[in-house]
């Protein structure tokens, strides 16, 4: 059986990646972030067969590996395209990640913890607490709800509602109190008071969110970016609503207080 393996792993998994000539990594149509993940992989493996003494030594340190390229970022989404995005997507089923994302410049992990109990609506305030994030879990990558974390202490933190946004969590809230009568028993009781559920009370995963939205992009043929580049474009919103860069770079009220400056946004929306 050990004779075998060393063939299919070389023909299947290896010969794809690294080149025999040189050693070198060459696989088409990677970038060269992706080609040292793929590196990284390979050598762990072998670094195991190198352990118990199955092969002398690990191949992969001779690699030549491309260096790595920081992620400068796709242009934000210009205030037009944002409320383009948010009239296409109002039907779909991440139109509220998408919603939370490019209006409060959430990131996904803190959209998918919002809990209404978290969203004060006779003070007018949403507080950012709590976040679902993936971990491993013997053996398997599941969506875990972190409560009282975040990605650090400044973004644990609280933002205004205006009156549109008010109205959108208050539409929202009664559309789900809608679709929990509708499916009765059947609808998912665990997450009752998390804000961005599916039709069947379901936690939305995170992996889907960023996943449906490439696909969104496509039907829609809108500019490509990433899910994660829809909070940079909340900057843009506000540049639009005459904030300062001190302001943008503070991000502590993301959303403007002002209704006056919140109905612009409508308001262009509805001139798309």
Same mark, same amino acid.
């Given at each position: 059986?050990?004779?075998?393996?060393?063939?299919?792993?070389?023909?299947?998994?290896?010969?794809?990646?690294?080149?025999?000539?040189?050693? /070198?990594?060459?696989?088409?149509?990677?970038?060269?972030?992706?080609?040292?993940?793929?590196?990284?992989?390979?050598?762990?493996?072998?670094?195991?067969?190198?352990?118990?003494?199955?092969?002398?030594?690990?191949?992969?340190?001779?690699?030549?590996?491309?260096?790595?390229?920081?992620?400068?970022?796709?242009?934000?989404? /210009?205030?037009?395209?944002?409320?383009?995005?948010?009239?296409? /997507?109002?039907?779909?089923?991440?139109?509220?990640?998408?919603?939370?994302?490019?209006?409060?410049?959430?990131?996904?992990?803190?959209?998918?913890?919002?809990?209404?109990?978290?969203?004060?609506?006779?003070?007018?305030?949403?507080?950012?607490?709590?976040?679902?994030?993936?971990?491993?879990?013997?053996?398997?990558?599941?969506?875990?709800?972190?409560?009282?974390? /975040?990605?650090?202490?400044?973004?644990?933190?609280?933002?205004?509602?205006?009156?549109?946004?008010?109205?959108?969590?208050?539409?929202?809230?009664?559309?789900?109190?809608?679709?929990?009568?509708?499916?009765?028993?059947?609808?998912?009781?665990?997450?009752?008071?998390?804000?961005?559920?599916?039709?069947?009370?379901?936690?939305?995963?995170?992996?889907?969110?960023?996943?449906?939205?490439?696909?969104?992009?496509?039907?829609?043929?809108?500019?490509?970016?990433?899910?994660?580049?829809?909070?940079?474009?909340?900057?843009?919103?506000?540049?639009?609503?005459?904030?300062?860069?001190?302001?943008?770079?503070?991000?502590?009220?993301?959303?403007?207080?002002?209704?006056?400056?919140?109905?612009?946004?409508?308001?262009?929306?509805?001139?798309?």
């Amino acid at each position: 059986m050990f004779q075998t393996a060393p063939e299919l792993l070389e023909n299947q998994h290896i010969l794809t990646v690294v080149g025999i000539e040189g050693v /070198t990594v060459v696989k088409k149509g990677l970038s060269p972030n992706s080609v040292i993940k793929h590196h990284a992989m390979i050598r762990t493996a072998l670094q195991w067969a190198v352990k118990h003494r199955y092969i002398r030594e690990n191949v992969a340190d001779f690699a030549e590996k491309p260096s790595h390229v920081r992620y400068r970022g796709a242009e934000p989404y /210009t205030v037009q395209e944002i409320a383009n995005l948010l009239q296409l /997507t109002a039907s779909e089923p991440i139109a509220v990640p998408i919603f939370l994302a490019s209006f409060y410049g959430l990131r996904r992990s803190e959209l998918l913890g919002l809990r209404w109990s978290a969203i004060d609506f006779k003070q007018g305030t949403i507080t950012i607490s709590t976040t679902v994030v993936k971990e491993k879990h013997n053996g398997e990558i599941r969506a875990i709800v972190r409560e009282n974390t /975040t990605k650090s202490d400044t973004s644990m933190r609280t933002l205004p509602l205006c009156q549109y946004t008010y109205q959108y969590f208050m539409n929202l809230q009664q559309h789900q109190a809608y679709q929990r009568d509708l499916c009765g028993a059947c609808y998912d009781q665990r997450f009752l008071d998390f804000v961005c559920v599916d039709q069947m009370g379901t936690l939305i995963q995170p992996d889907y969110v960023s996943q449906k939205f490439q696909q969104i992009l496509s039907k829609y043929g809108l500019r490509r970016i990433r899910f994660h580049d829809l909070r940079h474009s909340c900057a843009t919103i506000m540049l639009y609503l005459n904030y300062s860069l001190k302001d943008i770079q503070g991000n502590a009220d993301l959303i403007p207080r002002n209704n006056g400056r919140c109905d612009k946004i409508r308001e262009r929306g509805r001139g798309v």
